[in-house]
């Protein structure tokens, strides 16, 4: 292990595990690149991307549905900054839900909180409200339009 790493060994449920690989399958069709469970958490945990924005009562449901505890073993070598911002997620975690959570708890909340936020921009690039139709771009990704639309440009 190197100083600018820290390891991980984590007993998951299958669950947590479930959770884990739905978010690798989102971030690599996102990046075009076979992403890691540690890229994927060094990403999130050392941009600041996740935001607390989940009510005290969903993250309490989701840790409660998704148990963190199980029988498979899982090993992790995330940044140090990573490792510092999950404890700092995790500290915060704790003081909202009022009890002690594991850094396990930690990662499967920045998973379910990652998981919302793709769902959530598929669901509003469905109805027209995602990024793209926001920017005044009504183009499909293959480039086509969508609908009866014509352009005036």
Known sequence: ???????????????????????????????????????????????????????????????CAIPTEGDIRITLTIRKTSAESLDEARARLCGRLGSDITVADAISVLLFDYVAEKRAGQLLDRIGLGDSTQNGDKTSASGEQDGNVIPLR
């Open 1 to 63: 292990m190197s100083a600018d790493t820290r390891n991980f060994v984590l007993d998951i449920s299958t669950d947590f595990f479930k959770l884990s690989t739905e978010s690798l399958r989102l971030h690599s069709n996102e990046t075009h690149r076979f992403e890691t469970l540690e890229s994927l958490i060094n990403a999130r945990a050392a941009s600041g991307s996740y935001k607390d924005e989940h009510k005290t009562d969903t993250l309490r449901k989701h840790l």
